[in-house]
């Protein structure tokens, strides 16, 4: 079964730490675009990271640069997002997307930011930050 599982989700104080994970099943990563995203309640999603696993490009939105981080871990076929300096409007479902769009085979680009370019997709986790 093809899926992605995400994980590491809970609730932080402002300034806290959390790392959330997304393992892919029954697919590689080894070659594809991840793209991080949520939705707050009431608001529409956003995105927050796109990536790619191959050689670590990574495209931040302006909200989190500086503060999240993604990685990847091949031989455990999951990406992670490190989210630091936490805040209250971090609060949200965030979710993970894989994908392989034809923006991949172009050595040194970007991966997109929509959703359309994207596969496979997670079921989300809850993160909140108390105001």
């Known amino acids: 079964q093809v899926q992605l599982v995400e994980s590491g989700g809970g609730s932080v104080q402002p300034g806290g730490s959390l790392r959330l994970s997304c393992a892919a099943e029954?697919?590689?990563?080894?070659?594809?675009?991840i793209l991080w995203f949520r939705q707050a309640p009431g608001k529409e999603r956003e995105g927050v990271s796109s990536f790619r696993t191959d050689d670590g490009i990574a495209h931040y939105a302006d909200s989190v640069k500086g503060r999240f981080t993604v990685s990847v871990d091949n031989d455990k076929n999951t990406v992670y997002l490190q989210m630091n300096s936490l805040k209250a409007e971090d609060t949200g479902v965030y979710s993970c997307?894989?994908?392989?769009?034809?923006?991949?085979?172009?050595?040194?680009?970007?991966?997109?930011?929509?959703?359309?370019?994207?596969?496979?997709w997670g079921q989300g986790t809850q993160v909140t930050v108390p105001s």
């Open positions: 029954g697919f590689s990563l080894d070659y594809s675009c």
């Open positions: 997307a894989a994908g392989v769009p034809p923006i991949l085979f172009t050595e040194g680009a970007t991966c997109p930011e929509a959703f359309g370019e994207y596969t496979y």
